[in-house]
């Protein structure tokens, strides 16, 4: 069972980056899609909290469970509440034109989400 938790969590970055966002962005306004960003980001990432909270907690009732699979639930947890409160600097950054602010915000969101889903992937291999 405690495989389920971190393919939901590779499903759901595949899904919205590789799809979702590039579709908005392709098919909407920029200023239709700037909205329709700042509703799923934080959704996403809440999402992501979730997800890790019960992949974390499922492997207490495991048997096999390994020290490097909490380390990855506890990093899912921690990385995507770090994008989660990063959000509204991130769209205050926008909102004043300070590129460089966002570029580094944006990176570090982008970083953690690719750190995320690349140790989900390497729990789904141990």
Not at 3 to 21: H, K
Not at 94 to 115: A, C, M, Q
Request: glycine share 4%; proline share 3%; hydrophobic share 50%.
């Amino acid at each position: 069972m405690h495989y389920y938790f971190p393919g939901m969590a590779v499903g759901l970055i595949l899904m919205q980056t590789a799809i979702v966002a590039p579709s908005l962005f392709r098919n909407l306004e920029i200023d239709d899609f700037g909205r329709a960003i700042r509703d799923l980001w934080p959704k996403f990432f809440l999402a992501l909290i979730l997800i890790g909270v019960l992949s974390t907690t499922s492997l207490y009732f495991e048997d096999d469970a390994k020290l490097l699979h909490y380390s990855i639930g506890l990093t899912t947890i921690f990385l995507s509440l770090v994008c989660y409160l990063l959000i509204p600097a991130t769209n205050k950054a926008t909102d004043e034109g300070n590129e460089k602010k966002f570029s580094i915000l944006h990176r570090i969101s982008v970083t953690s989400t690719v750190i995320i889903l690349v140790s989900n992937i390497i729990f789904l291999i141990i």
